[in-house]
């Protein structure tokens, strides 16, 4: 086979067997998570106090009008807990507990959502609180919501955020689609494929499975089938357009890029050709 086709062949074998590589928001060596007494589910406790939201009336056209603050705040929270507990095969899921005696309090080992003034500039404020007898495991983790946040969609992401952090997760600035980091408008909820990649690292699908615990931001991992497949069935989700225009302007590139290395290996073995045919004067 001459050279220009062996070329075109190893470009086209690339294309069909490469795979799309994603990047882990951080996951610090040191940073514990979640263990529940039960293995799998761990409960949140609500303050006495509820937020109360200016747009509960207009939300979704109404959908929460007839719900008092309360449950408003019980069905809020809930909400932002199923972003991550809708993951495929996810080892851990997060639940509002029955019983309403939240306080954020970090040394009552009780995991708590509330809301109170926030001085800072922040909107949310997670406070994990590692075991001191297994620095792996959190033992306490309130998540508080600012008084100031009187949108059901900010309160929403606000929440989604926090409980990242809850999870394990560190924030992300490499990815504009993670919910980890702060590239999204409030006004759009939605897990990135590092979020989906991070929380799966922490807590796989498969009990025991070795997995990589620390991924610098931004670096390379290899594919995460469970991630991908995740998104890629929300044809209209932002990671899936994104991913199908990557896949779009490579197919570009290389039917750019073929011309241009047959020409290249046509030159190359032209001006070795001459090279060897060229007379010897002494």
């Given at each position: 086979m001459s050279g220009p086709r062996w070329t075109i062949l190893f470009i086209l074998l690339l294309t069909f067997v490469s795979q799309p590589a994603f990047s882990y928001v951080?996951?610090?060596?040191?940073?514990?998570?979640?263990?529940?007494?039960?293995?799998?589910?761990?409960?949140?406790?609500?303050?006495?106090?509820?937020?109360?939201f200016s747009d509960k009336e207009s939300f979704e056209d109404g959908v929460y009008a007839d719900y008092s603050d309360d449950e408003v705040f019980l069905l809020l929270v809930q909400r932002a807990m199923n972003y991550w507990n809708d993951i495929p095969q996810l080892s851990i899921q997060l639940k509002v507990s029955a019983e309403r005696k939240g306080a954020?309090?970090?040394?009552?080992?009780?995991?708590?959502?509330?809301?109170?003034?926030?001085?800072?500039?922040?909107?949310?404020?997670?406070?994990?609180?590692?075991?001191?007898?297994?620095?792996?495991?959190?033992?306490?983790?309130?998540?508080?919501?600012?008084?100031?946040?009187?949108?059901?969609?900010?309160?929403i992401f606000v929440l989604v955020h926090e409980f990242g952090h809850c999870l394990g997760l560190g924030h992300n600035h490499s990815d504009p689609d993670a919910i980890m980091g702060y590239w999204q408008p409030r006004s759009e909820v939605a897990l990135g494929?590092?979020?989906?990649?991070?929380?799966?690292?922490?807590?796989?699908?498969?009990?025991?499975?070795?997995?990589?615990?620390?991924?610098?931001?931004?670096?390379?991992?290899?594919?995460?089938?469970?991630?991908?497949?995740f998104y890629l069935g929300k044809k209209n989700h932002p990671a899936a357009l994104l991913l199908k225009e990557q896949q779009i302007r490579l197919g570009i590139w290389l039917i750019w890029l073929l011309p241009v290395c047959a020409l290249l290996h046509r030159v190359v073995t032209s001006w070795s050709f001459r090279r060897r045919r060229r007379p010897s004067v002494r």
């Open positions: 951080y996951l610090s060596p040191l940073r514990p998570k979640l263990v529940p007494a039960d293995g799998l589910t761990q409960e949140f406790h609500l303050t006495s106090e509820a937020p109360v954020i309090n970090p040394d009552d080992n009780l995991f708590s959502v509330g809301i109170a003034t926030i001085s800072t500039v922040a909107s949310g404020l997670a406070y994990p609180v590692p075991d001191e007898g297994d620095s792996r495991r959190l033992r306490d983790c309130d998540i508080q919501v600012g008084t100031d946040i009187d949108s059901i969609p900010s309160f494929l590092d979020d989906v990649a991070g929380v799966l690292s922490l807590y796989p699908p498969i009990l025991g499975e070795r997995v990589q615990p620390f991924a610098p931001c931004g670096s390379l991992a290899g594919r995460l089938g469970v991630a991908e497949n």
